[in-house]
C-alpha cells in the first residue's frame, strides 16, 4: 500500500515545478487565512503551540503553518523527505501519533483532503475520536474536505476517493464526539490545484480577503 501511495501521489503531483508551485500557495493560505485558526497553548510561564497535519502529504500545510510543535504524519514514507526541519514525521496512521504525544495536549489537528479516501464514515467517527484524544480543551479539529454538494461527478474524477461527503455530515459527525463548530465555509477553494484559476501569491491573498464571497463563485472544498 505503502509503494502504491508513493506511485499515485508521484504521478498525480509530478516535476518540482509543480510541487514549488503547490507550496508557495499553501504558504500564502497558511499566512492569510489558516493561522488565524489555530489557538495557542498559554500559562503564567510559557506559550507554546502544538499543530499536528494527518495525511500530511508532501508537508505543504504543516511547513508553512507557524507553531511551536509541528508533527506530520501519513502513510506515504515520502512524508520523511519533504517535512521541513523542526516538523517530527510519523509514517502511519493517527492512531500511531500517541507513540510520539501525549493526550490532551494538541492545539490544533489539520485534516486536508483526506477523509474522502477512507472506506467507511465508521472510520470518520473514529479519525474524529482520535483526534479529540490528542486535542487539550479548547483545541481545534480543522478540516479542508471536498465537498460532494458543489463537487458533483467530479467528486469522482481521482481513483482514491472513496467516501462521498458534505459540510453537514462533517458537522455532525464532530457534534457526536462533542465538538461545537465555530466557522463552516460551504465553499472555500476550488476543488482541485489544477484548476485553470491564476494562483499567484497577490490573486490567492486576495481571494482569502474577499472570503466568503469568493468561494461562492469558485469553491468546492468545504473548510
Known sequence: MDNQ???LYGQRFNGDAILRQKNKMWYTLCVNYFQRWLPLSCNTNNCKSIVVDVAAGYCEFINNIKATYKYAVDLNPDVQKFANEGVTTVVGTISDLVKVIDADTVDAVFLSNFLEHLDSKEQVI???AQAKSLLRKGGRILILQPNIKYTGSKYWDFIDHKLPLT???LIECGEIHGFKTVACVKKFLP????SALPKASWIIALYCKLMPFSGWFFGSRAF
Open 126 to 128: 473514529d479519525i474524529f
Open 191 to 194: 476543488y482541485t490545484t489544477k
Open 5 to 7: 501511495l508513493k506511485d
Open 167 to 169: 459540510e453537514n455530515a
